[in-house]
């Protein structure tokens, strides 16, 4: 079976792909919900260029089914697949739909999404599968104190990780520094900053005095080890992408979130439907430097509510979600019957 993955030159997923050993073909796309007239006008040539470039890839590689998971990158692939007749299998992570999935739905033949809740904005398509996780979380889990020996930190000690997606988040980075002598005094400290604030946590680290440096693991960004962090926390304080709402609850990890502002509205229903269901704590983006040091220590200092939410919170897990969406594409894949005339 062969795999391509279509993707912008410019995003992560470029070398995220590469590390998995697939094909990664550029695909041109750009914005269209925007107000700039001039920026609105590239993005649509663009667009446009990205058609010619997708149905260039089909016509030549004709695969059996597409399978897309939003946003505007996805449009040119979706509009070439539905010209060729290609079956479309649309998988929506986030509680929410937004503008480029609502509009390429009515092309899909179906449309997985996490959790039953969502399913309604799809009547007739939807199919709710889960959110599938990267198998290591499930088939070589490592215990608290197994995850804390790989970062060299004491397996007895209360682990906070903190990171702010692939890129980092500058507005928790900067309300890590403010509190971190603090924090350290009482946890350990896993603190992915993304490649934006790398080198002013380096210079924090070296501040800090020794005793408290034992405590603090820094990282620009974590591929393989992701998982060992994950696996560390007590508990995590992070955006509420998508990943937040299968990876969390499979490791039935509570969580202090701080929705991104500028995210489409989707951050902050992903963040609410694991708050309501007590598996995390909703922190604003500009309430956090007042929040965030209290809010660790509240939980940090009540064992039984951490318990608590990490019951809540593995009560969402999924995890027979990536085998349910390779089904339904292997379905989608198969040669469909010739009608009798």
């Known amino acids: 079976m062969a795999i391509r993955f279509a993707g912008t030159s410019d995003g992560v997923e470029a070398a995220l792909v590469a590390r998995a050993g697939l094909e990664f073909v550029p695909i041109s796309a750009g914005q269209m919900h925007i107000r700039n007239p001039l920026r609105l006008a590239r993005n649509s040539v663009s667009m446009a260029r990205g058609g010619v470039q997708a149905l260039r890839l089909m016509q030549r590689w004709r695969p059996d089914a597409l399978f897309v998971t939003g946003g505007y990158v996805c449009a040119p692939v979706v509009w070439a697949a539905n010209r060729l007749r290609i079956p479309i299998l649309i998988y929506l992570p986030d509680v929410t739909p937004g503008m480029a999935v609502k509009r390429l739905a009515r092309y899909a033949h179906r449309v997985a999404v996490t959790f039953p809740e969502v399913a309604a904005h799809f009547p007739g398509k939807a199919v709710v599968t889960g959110y599938p996780v990267r198998p290591e979380l499930q088939e070589r889990r490592l215990s608290k104190m197994e ?91 992070a955006r509420a992408g998508a990943s937040t709402l299968g990876e969390f609850p499979a490791l039935g990890l509570p969580a202090i979130l701080v929705p991104l502002p500028i995210s489409g509205q989707h951050q902050l229903p992903n963040a609410h439907y694991l708050a309501d269901r007590g598996a995390a704590v909703i922190v604003m983006d500009d309430d956090l430097s007042a929040r965030l040091l209290p809010e660790l220590r509240a939980l940090l200092g009540q064992p039984e509510q951490l318990q608590a939410m990490s019951t809540a919170s593995a009560a969402l897990a999924h995890p027979e979600a990536a085998d349910r969406l390779a089904s339904i594409l292997l379905d989608l894949g198969q040669p469909q019957p010739t009608p009798r005339p």
Do not use: C
């Open 147 to 237: 995850a804390r020996r790989v970062f060299g930190l004491d397996p007895e000690r209360a682990t906070v990780l903190i990171f702010g997606g692939s890129r980092g988040s500058r507005s928790i980075n900067q309300a890590t520094a403010a509190i971190l002598p603090d924090l350290l005094k009482e946890a350990q400290v896993i603190h992915i900053t993304g490649d934006l604030d790398w080198e002013a946590a380096q210079a924090r680290a070296e501040d800090l005095a020794p005793d408290l440096q034992d405590h603090y693991r820094r990282f620009p960004y974590l591929h393989d080890e992701m998982v060992a962090a994950l696996s560390a926390a007590d508990v995590v304080v």
